[in-house]
């Protein structure tokens, strides 16, 4: 299976849940970026310093949402449901693959907050939530599977 997560800036909150994700199964291809990403950007010290901290490597350069990446996965996740609403309207042929990952992954209203001009406490809080929501989504994945 292949996973796009997308933000805005593909600096904080993507990159984190392609991190996390990469991190807890390697049988996902996860990729990342953002609507309005430049490419090549690094991403943001805090970001790395909380995946650091929990034993997760970040050799990150961003990269904005492509047609090339939307074609590539087979499900879009996206941090917020504004998110997704851009991303259906900008992209409407893949509207059927594209949902907000707390929505998606665990049934959940709601956005994951941008922890941009954050505190580490702010990073640390992001973190937590896309922890846990991408060991929902992996357990819904391994669900849908078995049902198969």
């Given at each position: 299976?292949?996973?796009?997560?997308?933000?805005?800036?593909?600096?904080?909150?993507?990159?984190?849940?392609?991190?996390?994700?990469?991190h807890?199964?390697?049988?996902?291809?996860?990729?990342?970026?953002?609507?309005?990403?430049?490419?090549?950007?690094?991403?943001?010290?805090?970001?790395?310093?909380?995946?650091?901290?929990?034993?997760?490597?970040?050799?990150?350069?961003s990269?904005?949402?492509?047609?090339?990446?939307?074609?590539?996965?087979?499900?879009?996740?996206?941090?917020?449901?504004?998110?997704?609403?851009?991303?259906?309207?900008a992209?409407?042929?893949?509207?059927?693959?594209?949902?907000?990952?707390?929505?998606?992954?665990?049934?959940?209203?709601?956005?994951v907050?941008?922890?941009?001009?954050?505190?580490?406490?702010?990073?640390?809080?992001?973190?937590?939530?896309?922890?846990?929501?991408?060991k929902?989504?992996?357990?819904?994945?391994?669900?849908?599977?078995?049902?198969?």
């Open positions: 299976m292949n996973i796009l997560f997308v933000c805005t800036g593909n600096t904080c909150r993507s990159t984190m849940a392609e991190a996390i994700l990469q807890i199964d390697k049988e996902i291809s996860v990729k990342s970026a953002g609507i309005f990403a430049a490419s090549g950007g690094h991403a943001n010290p805090l970001t790395v310093e909380v995946l650091q901290n929990n034993g997760i490597a970040c050799g990150h350069a990269q904005p949402v492509t047609e090339g990446l939307l074609d590539w996965a087979d499900l879009v996740l996206t941090m917020t449901q504004s998110h997704q609403t851009h991303m259906t309207i992209y409407p042929e893949y509207k059927d693959k594209v949902h907000a990952l707390r929505t998606y992954a665990a049934d959940e209203t709601g956005d907050s941008d922890p941009y001009g954050g505190t580490l406490a702010d990073y640390e809080k992001t973190y937590t939530v896309l922890y846990d929501a991408n929902q989504l992996i357990q819904k994945i391994k669900n849908q599977k078995g049902a198969l």
